[in-house]
């Protein structure tokens, strides 16, 4: 599925658009200061998480989501081109061993998993979104760029919460009439 989503990766940036005939409307500026400021705190999040795990494989997705979280720093350059004010964010966490952190303060696997999946789908709606109201083709095609990283990331983190049976799932819907089974 990678490949898949860095092939149409590929694709969009050879569309990229450099001269924007007019400024941005404000909802491509709300657009752009929400999403910095959620890659910011997720930012935190997700260090915290990699203080706090010991699971190989979760760390190792967190390491790749956090690594790509910060390659947004496209998103700042932007904004700070196009004049728009960067929003204040939570300080970043310095390194620590997941051995020092008190069993009341530290977050379980699932809570990590199931966080940061949380965290993916916030800005995945919100990409969604700023794609549909954008009408500058380079603010569009950023964010498009944004949601294809975090949809491989989303893929990710899903396929391991499943393995792991983090993944909490909604009741199942049975209409009326039909055998009482799970899927």
């Given at each position: 599925?990678?490949?898949?989503?860095?092939?149409?990766?590929?694709?969009?940036?050879?569309?990229?658009?450099?001269?924007?005939?007019?400024?941005?409307?404000?909802?491509?500026?709300?657009?752009?200061?929400?999403?910095?400021?959620?890659?910011?705190?997720?930012?935190?999040?997700?260090?915290?998480?990699?203080?706090?795990?010991?699971?190989?494989?979760?760390?190792?997705?967190?390491?790749?989501?956090?690594?790509?979280?910060?390659?947004?720093?496209?998103?700042?350059?932007?904004?700070?081109?196009?004049?728009?004010?960067?929003?204040?964010?939570?300080?970043?966490?310095?390194?620590?061993?997941?051995?020092?952190?008190?069993?009341?303060?530290?977050?379980?696997?699932?809570?990590?998993a199931?966080?940061?999946?949380?965290?993916?789908?916030?800005?995945?709606?919100?990409?969604?979104?700023?794609i549909?109201?954008?009408?500058?083709?380079?603010?569009?095609?950023?964010?498009?760029?944004f949601?294809?990283?975090?949809?491989?990331?989303?893929?990710?983190?899903?396929?391991?919460?499943?393995?792991?049976?983090?993944?909490?799932?909604?009741?199942?819907?049975?209409?009326?009439?039909?055998?009482?089974?799970?899927?």
């Amino acid at each position: 599925m990678k490949t898949i989503f860095k092939s149409m990766l590929g694709v969009i940036q050879s569309y990229t658009d450099d001269t924007p005939e007019y400024p941005m409307h404000v909802g491509e500026v709300m657009n752009c200061w929400t999403t910095f400021a959620i890659f910011k705190e997720a930012q935190v999040f997700y260090r915290i998480a990699l203080n706090t795990t010991e699971d190989h494989q979760l760390k190792k997705i967190t390491q790749e989501i956090f690594d790509g979280s910060k390659d947004q720093s496209k998103l700042k350059t932007f904004m700070i081109k196009e004049g728009v004010p960067l929003p204040s964010t939570s300080q970043e966490k310095p390194d620590s061993s997941p051995s020092t952190i008190p069993l009341g303060f530290k977050l379980t696997d699932d809570e990590i998993a199931n966080g940061i999946s949380l965290k993916l789908t916030a800005v995945n709606v919100l990409c969604a979104s700023a794609i549909s109201q954008s009408i500058r083709t380079d603010v569009g095609l950023m964010f498009i760029q944004f949601q294809i990283h975090i949809l491989m990331f989303a893929a990710e983190i899903k396929t391991l919460m499943e393995r792991r049976g983090w993944l909490k799932t909604p009741p199942y819907y049975l209409p009326p009439g039909t055998p009482s089974q799970k899927p």
